[in-house]
């Protein structure tokens, strides 16, 4: 049986050495990151009062569609039986568990950001 975590060794007897002061040299140059500029102008930017509008129905009215889809599909399931149906209940409910979980700890985490600017702000 072979050891995975050893290193591998190739030994080459013939060709030529590696020498890396025959390589090409680093250009001096770095890319521009046009991407990434324009990626922070665009997050940079406030939204105007029409746009949080719209994104705010847009999801409001995604998640109204998709719990009442969640509902119509357990209550289905449900009449037509049972055990299927209180399977679907309980995993919808720990769903729903999980994302107030989530909730929770960006909340806790956005508390914890407010405390280190009120400390950052004390010390100035």
Do not use: C, H, Y
Request: no cysteine; aromatic share 8%.
């Amino acid at each position: 049986m072979t050891d995975r975590n050893r290193p591998l060794l190739i030994e080459v007897e013939d060709g030529p050495a590696a020498d890396p002061g025959l390589e090409a040299p680093v250009p001096e140059t770095l890319p521009e990151g046009r991407a990434m500029q324009t990626a922070a102008r665009l997050t940079t930017r406030r939204m105007s009062g029409l746009s949080r509008l719209a994104l705010w129905v847009f999801s409001s009215l995604f998640g109204f569609v998709l719990s009442v889809a969640a509902w119509d599909f357990v209550t289905n399931l449900l009449a037509r039986d049972s055990f299927l149906g209180w399977a679907a209940m309980v995993l919808v409910g720990a769903a729903i568990l999980v994302l107030v979980l989530l909730a929770l700890r960006e909340l806790a985490a956005f508390a914890r950001i407010a405390r280190i600017d009120r400390l950052r702000q004390r010390a100035a």
